[in-house]
């Protein structure tokens, strides 16, 4: 597709992104969706204001009702989306990527992310947009703030329960970041371990104001980094790519957490020490009941955690890269964790979407003393020996921590064309071969740009080198050739 990425439409701001191109994308998808109301939310960007005017203004001339969310996570639109029976969600966000970049994401029905085929019909209607709007793109006039934490008037905020009317277009959808907080709230009872300390990069961005509020609620002793909404910081230096900043700072604390600049991606720290988005994942598998005994992952997932859960009995779905391909896999079949390696974990039916805040306090609850020590299962590739929970006055046990496959990847300018080379398929089936039962390798075109990308996993960490230097080498040499 031409607009949509690996999640939703993403680009530089001003070149591949423009207001232009943000009003198409409304009026698309008002045409898509048709008719009903949908949640606008962005994150801390300096573009975000004007790309969700722009946004709302093609939503709004298609006719729909726009309910302006204001400044909050990605998870709070699509909770907020499901709550107010919303016809659609949308955020203005690029997530992890940093502030010169802005995004639009596009949430259906119960606030899930939009499935490929979905996203291609909205795309066909974009490009007979353009001749809308032309020239300089101004917006016009300031828009109030939305009234955040603390906020009593719930007079605009209807739930599924009101068959009233849904507010009208530029309406302020007032006391939106205090419903999401309260949903997250009363899903916890931690006064057991109340005053626990923690450390949260918030990244300055959407998590800035709802993170720190969360997790003091529930009455941890909460240290917040990068709290304050500054556009043109997030993601710099900190954040989710950046779990060096809480290892800084945990000065005696046991958690800290970092979120991206929309809240829905965590890194986790504990006790000092980084733990891998496989390893969180796998301790929520054992905190919860998996429907099915399974846990819905991607081709990127270490095969560590695949032949770990199969030891515990479960098993590993995977799915394209892309946390709305593990989206589309659980809700078909009722599945209720997914996660990343990459930190994007989706519990439901807690959340439909990907919600760092919300695996924050379910890998904590996941921790929770449960009264006997235990051991991890037999065979378990653990690191650290014993797997103890109520052990220490904190109240805390400890996590497993995989013992992961060497796992590494390249990226090389090529057409697809490379992956169909008979040459190229011999090299990587010769070396998925020497890497036998316990490594493989992927090739796949990436989804933003055009390169192929090479993945090599095994329990050799020599022969993934290998494999990965030869595989780049002849992709050169093939573009050299022509």
Not at 357 to 362: G, K, Q, S, T
Not at 408 to 415: L, Q
């Amino acid at each position: 597709m031409t607009y949509f990425g690996t999640d939703g439409i993403r680009g530089l701001y001003g070149v591949e992104l423009t207001e232009n191109l943000a009003y198409a994308a409304g009026r698309a998808a008002a045409a898509y969706f048709q008719s009903g109301a949908v949640v606008l939310g962005r994150d801390t960007r300096d573009s975000g204001e004007s790309l969700a005017e722009a946004v709302a203004r093609g939503l709004s001339d298609g006719g729909l009702e726009v309910l302006d969310a204001g400044i909050l996570p990605t998870p709070a639109v699509s909770y907020l989306t499901d709550h107010l029976n919303a016809a659609a969600g949308v955020m203005i966000s690029a997530s992890h990527n940093p502030a010169e970049y802005n995004g639009i994401k596009f949430f259906g029905a119960r606030g899930r992310k939009l499935t490929e085929e979905q996203e291609a019909e909205i795309e066909e209607r974009i490009s007979g947009q353009w001749s809308v709007v032309s020239g300089q793109w101004s917006v016009k006039g300031n828009r109030e703030q939305v009234t955040g934490i603390g906020c009593q008037d719930n007079a605009q905020l209807k739930d599924k329960s009101d068959n009233s009317q849904l507010s009208t277009f530029n309406s302020q959808l007032h006391c939106a970041l205090e419903k999401y907080i309260a949903h997250i709230v009363g899903q916890f009872d931690f006064s057991a371990v109340k005053g626990t300390k923690v450390v949260l990069d918030c990244g300055y961005g959407a998590a800035g104001q709802a993170a720190p509020e969360i997790f003091r609620r529930l009455g941890f002793s909460v240290r917040a980094l990068f709290d304050e909404p500054r556009g043109r910081k997030i993601n710099r230096g900190c954040g989710a790519l950046h779990p060096e900043n809480v290892k800084r700072h945990l000065g005696g604390a046991v958690f800290g957490f970092s979120f991206d600049g929309d809240a829905d991606r965590l890194s986790v720290v504990y006790r000092g020490e980084e733990l891998d988005g496989d390893s969180v994942i796998y301790n929520l598998s054992r905190a919860m009941t998996l429907k099915d005994d399974t846990v819905v992952g991607t081709t990127l997932n270490n095969l560590a955690l695949e032949e770990t859960l199969a030891r515990d009995g479960k098993k590993l779905i995977r799915t394209d890269v892309g946390d709305k391909y593990i989206s589309a896999c659980m809700f078909q079949n009722g599945y209720n964790l997914g996660g990343e390696q990459s930190g994007h974990f989706i519990i439901a039916p807690d959340a439909q979407t990907g919600d760092g805040i919300l695996a924050a306090l379910w890998f904590m609850r996941s921790l929770l003393s449960a009264g006997e020590p235990s051991r991890p299962p037999r065979g378990h590739p653990s690191e650290g020996g014993e797997f103890s929970r109520g052990e220490g006055a904190d109240g805390f046990g400890e996590p497993i921590r995989l013992k992961l496959y060497a796992q590494s990847a390249i990226s090389e300018f090529a057409g697809k064309e490379i992956l169909e080379d008979a040459g190229f398929r011999a090299l990587i089936d010769r070396h998925a071969r020497l890497m036998g039962k316990h490594g493989r390798i992927l090739t796949r075109m990436s989804g933003t740009e055009p390169k192929v990308r090479v993945m090599a996993e095994g329990a050799d960490a020599e022969l993934v080198r290998v494999a990965l230097a030869e595989a780049g080498e002849y992709i050169k040499q093939r573009k050299n050739e022509r």
